[in-house]
C-alpha cells in the first residue's frame, strides 16, 4: 500500500514540477516542509499536526489530488490536513510514477479500502470502504508499464509460493491456539510471512468489544518462537532448490557487499551471487558485465530462511524461456508444501 501511494502522490507531485532528491543537505534548506502521507495520518493527526505541531502537511489516502493546495498553504506558514476519506476515489486516472530504487520493478493497484471488518484490523477505518479502480485504468497502467519494458514477451509460470499474515497474543488466545498456529506453519511450509505480536487499535471491534487479556510478555514469548518455527520452515524451502539454476532478474548491488548482486527469482526470493562477466550466448566467448535490469541465470548453491545464494552462468531474458534446457527450470516440485 504504501508503495503505491508513493507512485500516486509522486505522479502527482510531478506533474506540478516538483522533483526528487536524494540529497541529505536539502533538509537543511528554510523552505523544508514535513508531511505525512498515508492511512495513518488520520489516526496520528491531533498529535502530530497539532498537539506535538511535527508536520506541516497531513493527507489521508483520498486526498492526494489535494496535497498542492496543502502545500500552498504550508508554504504561506499555515499548517494543513486533510484526511477525508472518499466512497469513490481510485486514481483511476492518475497513471502511477513508480520511482523504486531499483527501478526494474513496479506494483500495480487494482482496488482502494476494505469491506472485511475483521475484529482487529483498523484498515477499514483508516483508508475507506472498497473500492475497484475500472478495468481499464488498471490495463491502461499495464501497458503503460509493458511498453516501458524492450521486447517483452508477457509470460506466466506455475510455480506458486505461499504467504501469510500471523499475529499472537490476539483476544482470548489460549495456548493451544498458539501451539495449532504453530503446527499449521510446519504443514504448510510457507515462503513468506508477516508476523507481529497483537496490540490494540482504536474504532476497531476488539477496542470497543473484547479484553486484551494476553499479557505483553507472553505475545512475545510466543511471537518469538513463531518466527524461530516459521525461519526453519522457509529455509527447507528454500534449501529444497539448492542444485537448481533460475532466471534472476538483477535490481542493485548487495548491501553487504559491493563485491555481489542482488536480485529476485520468479517467485520473488532473493537470489545473491558475485559480480561477474558473462557470456550472452554460449557459443559466443564475448562476456558482458551484468547490470541491475539484466536477466541472468544462476546456479543456487546454498540458502537460508531469507535468501538463496549461487554462481550466475549466463545473460538471458524471458523470451529465452522456452529454449532452456529443463533443468534450467525450477519445477513446481522442488518447492512443494
Not at 502545500?71 to 510514477?97: F, H
Not at 497474543?169 to 510446519?186: A, P, W
Not at 513468506?192 to 510478555?217: C, E, I, N, W
Request: aromatic share 6%; net charge neutral.
Amino acid at each position: 500500500m504504501n508503495v503505491s501511494d508513493t507512485a500516486i502522490a509522486w505522479s502527482i507531485l510531478q506533474k506540478a514540477r516538483y522533483s526528487w532528491t536524494h540529497e541529505l543537505c536539502e533538509k537543511h534548506k528554510a523552505s523544508l516542509k514535513i508531511g505525512v502521507l498515508g492511512c495513518m495520518a488520520e489516526r496520528l493527526k491531533s498529535k502530530l499536526l497539532e498537539q506535538e505541531k511535527l508536520v506541516d502537511v497531513l493527507a489521508g489516502p483520498d486526498a492526494y489530488r489535494d496535497l498542492l493546495r496543502l502545500l500552498s498553504l504550508a508554504y504561506g506558514g499555515q499548517r494543513s490536513s486533510d484526511v477525508l476519506l472518499s466512497l469513490e476515489e481510485t486514481y483511476a486516472d492518475v497513471m502511477a510514477v513508480h520511482q523504486t530504487p531499483e527501478g526494474h520493478s513496479a506494483f500495480v493497484s487494482i482496488m482502494h479500502g476494505c469491506d472485511s471488518i475483521c475484529s482487529y484490523c483498523i484498515v477499514p477505518f483508516t483508508r475507506g470502504r472498497e473500492r475497484s479502480r475500472p478495468l481499464s485504468s488498471i490495463l491502461e497502467e499495464v501497458r503503460m508499464l509493458s511498453d516501458q519494458v524492450k521486447g517483452l514477451s508477457l509470460q506466466y509460470s506455475a510455480i506458486w509460493i505461499l504467504s501469510s499474515d500471523f499475529i499472537t497474543g490476539f483476544c482470548g488466545e489460549t495456548e493451544e491456539d498458539h501451539q495449532q498456529r504453530l503446527s499449521l506453519v510446519r504443514e504448510v511450509g510457507y515462503n513468506v510471512g508477516f508476523l507481529f505480536a497483537y496490540s490494540m487499535r482504536k474504532k476497531t471491534h476488539a477496542y470497543h468489544r473484547l479484553q486484551d487479556d494476553v499479557p505483553a510478555p507472553v505475545k512475545q514469548r510466543r511471537l518469538e518462537e513463531l518466527i524461530s518455527v516459521f525461519r526453519e520452515e522457509a529455509a527447507k524451502v528454500n534449501m529444497a532448490v539448492i542444485g537448481s539454476t533460475q532466471l534472476v532478474l538483477v535490481e542493485r548491488e548487495s548491501k553487504r557487499s559491493s563485491e555481489e548482486l542482488c536480485g529476485r527469482n520468479e517467485i520473488n526470493v532473493k537470489v545473491i551471487f558475485p559480480k561477474t562477466d558473462l557470456p550472452v550466448q554460449p557459443e559466443k566467448p564475448q562476456m558482458v558485465p551484468i547490470t541491475p535490469g539484466d536477466y541472468v541465470l544462476v546456479k543456487i548453491t546454498s540458502a537460508n530462511s531469507q535468501c538463496l545464494r549461487g554462481h550466475a552462468l549466463i545473460h538471458s531474458s524471458l523470451n529465452d524461456r522456452k529454449t532452456w534446457p529443463s533443468e534450467h527450470l525450477l519445477s513446481e516440485q522442488t518447492i512443494s508444501c
